[in-house]
């Protein structure tokens, strides 16, 4: 939104009042005067002859990433998720948990760093369910060695309980409480199975969206982020 918009609309003084306030250095965003009437404003800190108008709104996004991304802010070889958000919505974001360059699927992004820490904590043990595509059927006693809890090569300490459903010999959903490194491929890789494809579905309680195609986003609903 235009400053000049933005300053009319939060205090209702007129367009031509509100430009002799910006013309006089009355304005101020995040600390700093701006007279520029066509500034863009998204969510940062507007004060009016000090008066506090706006303060940064923290923002929680739901992104359904395709393959090939990283979920990274900046990389010299893969694009960025953020690439395929508006550049104006980009501003502070960061990835909350992270999924693999080949893996599609649920990603959250958010500018709340206490938000992504409680997401991220093993205090936490946010459930995450994951589709997975395997290249071979799946052995009986899978469920029950990971409801058991598998020792991954180069831990010495085995992963918690996670639940396994069978779709069809060779995909299953999988919920795990945590989020090593390249976990749930090496999970299988540690009952000799290899992952074909995987597709991140849901995070705590937030799920993703049928309808959203690959490389759409939304915003998370209120309920959503107190969820975690």
């Known amino acids: 939104m235009r400053l000049d918009r933005f300053l009319s609309e939060s205090t209702g003084l007129s367009r031509s009042v509100v430009k002799k306030s910006l013309h006089r250095g009355d304005v101020t965003v995040d ?3 701006v007279k520029k009437s066509d500034q863009q404003i998204d969510g940062q800190e507007v004060r009016l002859e000090g008066r506090l108008l706006a303060t940064p ?28 958000l508006p550049p104006e919505l980009c501003r ?9 360059v080949d893996t599609t699927g649920l990603l959250l992004l958010t500018d709340d760093g206490q938000w992504s820490h409680r997401l991220r904590s093993p205090k936490k043990a946010c459930n995450k369910v994951y589709r997975v595509d395997l290249a071979e059927p799946l052995a009986d006693d899978v469920a029950a060695r990971f409801a058991e809890g598998v020792l991954l ?3 010495d300490k085995a992963t918690l309980p996670a639940k396994l459903e069978i779709i069809t010999p060779t995909r299953v959903l999988l919920t795990i409480q945590e989020g090593k490194y390249h976990q749930v491929k090496r999970m299988f890789a540690a009952v000799g199975n290899h992952v074909t494809a995987l597709h991140r579905l849901q995070v705590g309680s937030i799920v993703l ?4 195609a690959e490389g759409e986003w939304r915003h998370l609903s209120a309920k959503e982020v107190a969820s975690i």
């Open 92 to 100: 502070g974001l960061q990835c909350a948990g992270r999924l693999d």
């Open 153 to 155: 090569h180069g831990e």
């Open 209 to 212: 969206d049928d309808s959203l």
């Open 31 to 33: 600390g700093v005067v």
């Open 57 to 84: 709104a923290d923002r929680y996004l739901l992104l359904h990433k395709p393959a090939g991304y990283i979920s990274a802010t900046q990389d010299e070889v893969h694009p960025c998720v953020l690439q395929l």
